[in-house]
Every structure is written in structure tokens, then in C-alpha cells.
């Protein structure tokens, strides 16, 4: 672990270029549809859209035309699952040197199947001057784009469809990149790009922008400057020597005039009085290296200030910076994050993204695809074909590797989603809401130990992979490439923690799902789910009775137990998986034993006791979790208490799979086969007091700001006043901390044992928690008395 800190902690680690044969680069070529181009000075952005053939996993409930008894109904297989062929739409992100565009144009020449596409668009200050070579090698006409036109609509793209898109950059924190939540409404902000010269531009909506000012002291400036100082050509090596170098030396401080700081104004000693003040007295030379860094402190400030006039004059929070002069770069990102500081006194911070590289090439797809309305969609970036953030700076030697067939290069894969997603309208506060409980960015501890938790379950997840396809023979080799890819991934966010946004257990899992779908395992617990629901049917009827015996009271305290007992059936967590595998017969009531004794870890159990006691809720929106024991015999129970009450319930469920989570496509079929069984149940769907809505996601955790449109419009119009959370995914490493504009409920058993540690608790520690939103009053018990 002190070796993984050591590497965490220098921004020297990421100095590392990353290579790949031109086929793993250019991926999906065969299948090209619309081409984009951006070249700049040193640069070259490709996007392409293809569509992607990839194995979707789907249920069909058999038809049961005879009349059969329950008990043989229930013996049954419900469904049968089916791996079947879906095309998909992908966008293609690659950046690379320009030193390699005439080799790169051919691989795409020669691998270009589809010849219907006769455009690329392109941008950029390169388009002109390679526009023959790019149309004589691919035979596409070359339409130009505008520059600035391109570069709003890609940041409108990216602010929009990636979250953590956005960054402060602290060099000295423990956790040098901060991420940002998306905002739900991006606009207005300020766009400060830094390429040869300085624009800022205002933007105010999607169409709607300005430059209201700008600067020739820019990235170009430094360059030349940098290069008549230090002889040194290259734009990289300029940085590395400025990252290098003691502006101190060259650069007059406060001090150096006043012998301390200047108190009277406000100015301490070590505030840079005049760039490059002492060159003229002092009679020696200076290094290359503290040349740069004080040339760097000049231009940088130089900007800095400027945005914050523009930003202050605008009154504009949020200041974007991009452009070539950026880049990434650790140094040009800290210069001007303490310029920014330093000139609003912290009111205004300085923020980067992620894939500004890219903001000109994806503006200049997007325009060349307004036809299909690319934005009436959204998008996801796919981490199994994303390179991440820092993964590549320039080689030094680039001829070196252009002779062993590989590239620099850099890649973002962003995946058209089915459903529009939106936020879940009862958040308190959209714009401040966090997901994630724990950002293990910023804890050392807690990311040494998910990394090896995840590396370790590995082995359990090809088995599990191979054993969904058993009549597939090269099931083996593609789970192989899976652990091959995944654990590169794992190893990469060692070192790069931050690659992918801020690192979580969220993002973790859904990195593990989507290079499972890379290599066609889109459901590796389908038959798990299966045996699983079918024999958890078996007991429903008999676990109700029971629950009808009991007292009120005592029923409520039941009901609570059995989606908590229910929840213990989770194939993610190791601690479970392995008592599963190694004891088929461990079930409901095994469960139930387990849990913890009340008082629980978390236990707001008697404040829920006493909310039953009061009028019913009007609808409840329950995000649900595993399938088998949890839905059939913990959730559904539950359900029907509610419905029995009066209340309406909304069931939403994974749109696609993850772990053993049930899908909105199986649940439809668990539910009807239920109704079949239980009168509440089939009159709560007959009524419409039952719906069954997918949330959009395909995770085992749940960001309630990227929900389904459809769900969210359930939510409002069923006028939903209680929103139940269940699982450790969904309650505990999302959404633990969520505030929400109505009376919530979050369910979990701990089933790690370093969490519970952690949190104070020990395995099978039970987290129940009820809360209201401030100001809101409960309603008083005697307006109604249960029966």
C-alpha cells in the first residue's frame, strides 16, 4: 500500500504514454457511419459514430396454456431466458499526435467498410492544411466547421451526459482532482480557451453564446517566448521544464522591494511584484528550467485576472478553462487555479474537464448529425473502451514507437442509452446532491481495500460467466479477455484514481459490468436469478399466511425483518456468495437469524412505528433490489402491506442486468405470476394502485440525478410522498447521505465485514433509516387507527 500511496501522490506517475496496436484503437471502423475531425497545432481529435452488435440477455414467460394447480405452477420454471443480438449506438473519441495522421488515415482507409458516409466535418486551425491529404486518402469531401461554434456544443455535451465531467485541481491536497456534480441546469457559464491566444466566451444555452473578450497573451505566446528563452521547440518540454524550475530565481517578489510584505495593501511577500524583474539586475545566468516556470506564473496570472474580470463583470459563478494550453497538465492547471484564487479571494474557482481535448471533435459530430438529433438522447461514457483522464502525455522519441506499430493515443467511447434520464423530482437540492458515500479518491485506506476486494472476486466472476453460457464453447477465452481487461483497469485506478471521475464502490461496479458486456456476458447471474425466483415463489403463500396470523404490530416488525432477511441474499457481496455456494439449502428463515438483534447499527424503527400509526402515504416509490428471496418474500410482502393501507406503490427496477439485482423485464413476470396467487396483489395492478417502472440504470448502486424520464414522471403525477431505498448498493454506498424533499426509508444489511468495522457495526449489522425532510410535520397517529 505505501508504494500504491507513493504513486497516488506525484503527478509525475502519470508521465507514462500508453500504446495499443491501431485495431484496438480505431475500434467498430467496419460499422462507421458519420466521421468528425478536429486538428489543431499539435493535436489530432477523430470521432466517429458506429453501431455496435453486442449479446443482450432477455426473459419470456412461458406460456402456460393448461390450467395447473398452484403448488405445479409454482414448481415451474416462470421463464426462459434467451441471449439474444442487439445493435446499439456508439460515439468514437481518439487523440493522437499529429505526427501520426497519415498513418492513422490509412489503417481507416483500409478498414472503412461502410461507403455511404461521403462527409467529414472538420474544425480546428489544422482542417485547412490537411483537408487534400484527408480527402485523398479517405475520399470524403471535407465540410469546415466553425471553431468556436464546434467547441461550445461539445462542453454542452460532456457538462450534460458525463458526470464528474468537471474538476478543481488542487495540487497540494491529498486528492489533487475534485470532482463536481453535474449541475441539473449548466447554463449560463464562463469558457475560457487558451490555444494560440486567449477567448472567453459567454455561453447562455444551447445555441446561444458570445466571445465578450479575449487576449493575444496566450498559449502560443508562451510557447514562443518559452522557445527564444530556452531554445526548446517542443510545447511539452517546455512544461516539463517550467515543472522543474524555481520562478523565485528569476521572478521580483514583494519581499525583494519592501524587505517582507506590504501590509497596508494587502500584499505579502511572496506575491510575484515583477515577472521576470530580477533578469535585469542580477548579474548571472538563469536556468531554462526557472525561465519557464516564471514565463508560465506570467501568462498564467495574466489570464487568471482576466477571467475573473470577465466573470465578475458577467456575474458568472462557474469559469470553464480549456485549450491546448491546458492539456491536462498538472503545472498550467495549478497556475492558473492560484490565479483564480488569488484575484477573487476563493469566490470563483477555476474548473477543468476531463475531456476538453475532445469538445471540438464532438461539436463537429454533433453538427454533422443534427439530422438524427443526437441530444434528444442521452449518453454514457463506456469505461471498458475510455482510456481516462491523464492515461497519456507526449512521447519524447515518437518515431521510436511508430516503428513498433503502436500509438499514443487517448480514447473516450460514450454509449447511446435506451432511456433519457433525468433527476428523481424529489430531490431536495439537485445541485448539491452526492451520490456516492464515500469517495475513495480521497480515502487512501478505503481504496487500497475495494481494489483488492474487487481483484480478489475476480476468479468468482469468470467462473460465474462462463457457467451463464455453458453451451457456448469460447465462453472461456472471452472470460479470460474479461479478467485480462477488467484487471488492467483495476491496476490503471491504482495509479490513476481519478481516471474515471472520482473513484467510488459505484464506479467500480459499473467499470466490472461494462467490460462484461465488452466480451458478451450481459447477464453472468441470469440462472442464479432464475433458480432462485422459482423457488422463492414456492414459499410466497405460506410466508403471507403467516404474516396475516400475526398482530398488527407484530406484523410491521415482520414485514421489516423479512425485506431485511430478504436483502442477505446477495450474490456481490463475497461474504454471502460464499455461504450460498457452499450451502444450497441456506434460506428465508437461515437469513432472518442472521440479522442483528435491535437495537440495530441504525435503527429508526420506532419513529417508522409510529408514522404507520398515522394516515396512510399516498404513493410510495420503493427501489428495489436482488431477485428471489428479497423481491418475492421481503419486498413484496412489504408491497402489500402498503397497498392494503392505501397507499399506492411504485416498483422501479433495473432496466438492465446487474449481479443478481432483478430487471424491470423479470419482475413484470414475477409480479404477474404473484397476482395469480394473491388478490391484493392482482388488484393493486388491475386498479393501477401497482406500476412497474424501469429506473434506467444497469448498476447495483443507484444515482438518483440519471433516472429514467418515464419514472420521474410516475413520481409526480402518482404525487409520491415516501421513496424506499434497499440495499447496501443503493442505501449504503449510494444515497446513505441523500436529502429528499419527502419522507424516505433506506433498508440495508451490512454483508462486508470491513464496512461494518468501518461504520462501527460488525457483518449482518442492520442499517434502518427513516427521515423527514426538515420543516415538514408528521402526521398525527390519531387520524388513524390501525387495524
Sequence with gaps: MAECDRVVGSSHSMDKSITLPPDEIFRNLENAKRFAIDIGGSLTKLAYYSTVQHKVAKVRSFDHAAKVSIQEAASDKLYEISVQEEITARLHFIKFENAYIE?????????????????????????????????????????????????????????????????????????EFRFQNTHPDIFPYLLVNIGSGVSIVKVESEDKFERIGGSSIGGGTFWGLGALLTKTKRFDELLQLASKGQHTSVDMLVKDIYGGSYGSLGLTGDLIASSFGKSATADKEFSKEDMAKSLLHMISNDIGQLACLYAKLHNLSRVYFGGFFIRGHPVTMHTITYSINFFTKGEVQALFLRHEGYLGAIGAFL?????????????????????????VSPDLNPMQRARSGTFPFDMLEMDRLERQLVNLPLLQDPSSYIPDTVDLTEDALAREYWLYC??????????????????????????EKFRQKYRHKLQTLRHQPFAYGSLTVRSLLDTR?????????????????????????????????????????????????????????????????????????FGFEEAKRQLEERPWLVDAYDQWIQR????????????????????????????????????????????????????????????EKIAAMDPVIQAGLKEDRLTLVQSGSSSPCLDLSRLDKVLAMVVRERQTDLVIIEGMGRAIHTNYYAMLSCESLKMAVIKNSWLADRLGGKLFSVVFKYEVPPGKPIPDPAALTPS
Excluded at 126 to 155: Q, R, W, Y
Excluded at 371 to 389: I, K, R, V
Excluded at 460 to 468: D, N, P
Aim: aromatic content about 8%; glycine content about 8%; hydrophobic content about 35%.
Design 103 to 175: 498513418t492513422c488515415l490509412d489503417f481507416i482507409k483500409d478498414h472503412l467498410v461502410n461507403t455511404e458516409t461521403k462527409v467529414i466535418k472538420a474544425t480546428g486551425g489544422g482542417a485547412h492544411k490537411f483537408k487534400d491529404l484527408i480527402e485523398k486518402k479517405l475520399g470524403l469531401k471535407v465540410d469546415k466547421e466553425d471553431e468556436m461554434t464546434c467547441l461550445i456544443k461539445g462542453c454542452n455535451f460532456v457538462l450534460r451526459n458525463i458526470p464528474h465531467e468537471a474538476f478543481v485541481y488542487a495540487k497540494h491536497a491529498d486528492s
Design 367 to 391: 453538427k454533422g448529425a443534427e439530422e438524427d438529433n443526437p441530444n434528444q438522447y442521452s449518453w454514457g461514457e463506456n469505461y471498458a473502451g475510455s482510456s481516462g483522464l491523464m492515461s
Design 454 to 479: 474487487f481483484e480478489d472476486a475476480l476468479d468468482g466472476v469468470v467462473k460465474r460467466a462462463v457457467a451463464s453460457q455453458p453451451d457456448i464453447p469460447e465462453a472461456t477465452e472471452r472470460a
Design 513 to 585: 459490468e461494462h467490460c462484461l458486456n465488452e466480451f458478451n456476458f450481459p447477464d453472468p447471474y441470469s440462472k442464479i436469478k432464475q433458480r432462485e425466483n422459482d423457488m422463492a415463489l414456492k414459499y410466497y403463500q405460506k410466508a403471507v399466511k403467516s404474516l396475516e396470523e400475526l398482530s398488527w404490530e407484530e406484523r410491521q416488525f415482520a414485514l421489516v425483518r423479512g425485506v431485511l432477511a430478504g436483502n442477505v441474499f446477495d450474490w456481490g457481496a463475497k461474504a454471502v456468495s460464499d455461504v450460498l455456494e457452499s450451502d444450497p439449502e
Design 612 to 671: 404507520l400509526k398515522g394516515p396512510p402515504h399516498k404513493c410510495a416509490l420503493f427501489f428495489v433490489d436482488n431477485s428471489g428471496m428479497d423481491i418475492i418474500l421481503g419486498v413484496m410482502p412489504f408491497v402489500r402491506e402498503l397497498l392494503c393501507r392505501g397507499t399506492e406503490v411504485v416498483l422501479a427496477s433495473n432496466s438492465g442486468p446487474a449481479l443478481n439485482d432483478v430487471t424491470n423485464g423479470e419482475l413484470q413476470i414475477l409480479t
